[in-house]
């Protein structure tokens, strides 16, 4: 029979979230469980798996032009302070590195290649144990840590006439340089942050089209705490409700910056509305009239990546999964990292300490 792997708190992700949701597992007193761990010994154990090939996280696959003077931003993980940050080095570099440093300087328990592909409950205690079939094996947990991110299910949204297009269709998932677009018209689809990032970038080369739904919103006022605290409070108003998180623009608006600035002076932030049609040769635009296109970048974000949860029944009527904290309202045994609120790298470091202090809690019997 195989041998299924005990632990009591298994993170799954070993992005900011995850990492921070180990560093505080391990501050508490737990002990990295080894890959054929049996139970016994004082100590609570935790265990990180990571699908990645290596360490970084998201950040391993941002394209290489996204340099550190253009990132949003990061946050230091916790116990270790980011280094000194060369603004010319990409971001994907830079950030896997640091990642790297972090996980080897505290020892933490990260087992990867791994894919987690379900989690269920091994009965109907709910206070039991938690199956985890992966690809190395099973294991069984009394809790788990979902870190999981977005990254990995890029969002294409469907329109009519798509599947007639005779130029090249991405995501931003799969974008690596503007170079390979030039002389090429590319129409770039989203209002998000990425969208105007690379609509700045491509349109230095070749030209570009930018079609959002709604009207964007900028701000030219900083995005201060008390802005951070609004934009907190109300994703963490929608998915006390049971409503899928929105997205970070959505809440926060688009924030000028010197380089965005240039790209509106060349036109490339001109907005149009969303086609309503596409065609082999391009897009039907909203006044009937065609648009020759030779490559449709889709910006429109990610969804978050939750399909190995799908036996546990979590999501609620409205469409998303009602949450107290990090923790899942109706499943003590699951927190969430990463995912609303605490899906920007300030918000992942606070929810992994909220969900280790919480599940200290609920392991304790209190």
């Keep these: 029979m195989p041998t299924v792997h005990t632990v009591d708190v298994l993170v799954i992700g070993a992005g900011q979230a995850g990492l921070s949701a180990a560093f505080h597992l391990q501050r508490r007193g737990f002990r990295p469980a080894a890959p054929r761990h049996t139970a016994g010994g004082p100590e609570p154990t935790y265990q990180v798996l990571d699908n990645e090939q290596g360490p970084g996280g998201a950040w391993r696959h941002r394209w290489r032009s996204l340099r550190m003077a253009t990132v949003n931003g990061i946050s230091d993980l916790p116990g270790i302070a980011a280094p000194d940050v060369d603004p010319c080095e990409p971001s994907s570099e830079f950030i896997t590195r640091y990642?790297?440093?972090?996980?080897?300087?505290?020892?933490?328990?990260?087992?990867?290649?791994?894919?987690?592909?379900?989690?269920?409950?091994?009965?109907?205690?709910?206070r039991g144990r938690l199956?985890?079939?992966?690809?190395?094996?099973?294991?069984?947990?009394?809790?788990?840590?979902?870190?999981?991110?977005?990254?990995?299910?890029?969002?294409?949204?469907?329109?009519?006439?798509?599947?007639?297009?005779?130029?090249?269709?991405?995501?931003?998932?799969?974008?690596?340089?503007?170079?390979?677009?030039?002389?090429?018209?590319?129409?770039?689809?989203?209002?998000?942050?990425?969208?105007?990032?690379?609509?700045?970038?491509?349109?230095?080369?070749?030209?570009?089209?930018?079609?959002?739904?709604?009207?964007?919103?900028?701000?030219?006022t900083p995005f201060d705490a008390r802005a951070g605290h609004d934009a907190v409070a109300m994703v963490e108003e929608r998915v006390a409700r049971g409503l899928p998180p929105l997205s970070v623009v959505s809440v926060t608006g688009l924030l000028w910056t010197p380089s965005l600035r240039e790209a509106a002076a060349r036109g490339a932030l001109d907005r149009r509305p969303m086609f309503t049609e596409i065609l082999p040769e391009g897009v039907r635009l909203e006044d009937g009239s065609?648009?020759?296109?030779?490559?449709?970048?889709?910006?429109?974000?990610?969804?978050?990546a939750l399909d190995h949860l799908a036996p546990l029944r979590l999501r609620g009527p409205g469409g998303g999964i009602a949450m107290e904290g990090t923790r899942v309202a109706d499943e003590p045994r699951v927190h969430l990292v990463g995912y609303g609120?605490?899906?920007?790298?300030?918000?992942?470091?606070?929810?992994g300490r909220a969900a280790v202090n919480d599940l200290l809690r609920f392991l304790d019997g209190t």
């Excluded at 300087?105 to 009965?123: F, G, N, T, W």
């Excluded at 985890?132 to 977005?150: C, L, P």
């Excluded at 020759?292 to 429109?300: P, S």
């Design 99 to 126: 990642f790297s440093d972090y996980e080897d300087e505290l020892d933490l328990a990260v087992q990867r290649p791994v894919r987690v592909h379900r989690v269920s409950r091994e009965d109907d205690d709910p």
């Design 131 to 220: 199956r985890v079939e992966t690809s190395e094996g099973t294991w069984s947990a009394r809790a788990i840590i979902n870190a999981t991110g977005t990254w990995t299910k890029p969002f294409w949204p469907l329109y009519p006439g798509q599947e007639t297009f005779g130029g090249r269709q991405l995501h931003v998932a799969d974008y690596v340089a503007a170079e390979e677009f030039r002389d090429l018209h590319v129409a770039v689809v989203g209002g998000g942050i990425s969208a105007v990032q690379l609509l700045e970038e491509i349109s230095r080369v070749t030209s570009t089209s930018w079609f959002t739904r709604r009207e964007p919103v900028w701000r030219d």
């Design 290 to 304: 065609v648009l020759d296109v030779d490559v449709i970048l889709w910006a429109t974000g990610f969804r978050a």
């Design 341 to 351: 609120p605490s899906s920007s790298t300030i918000g992942a470091n606070r929810a």
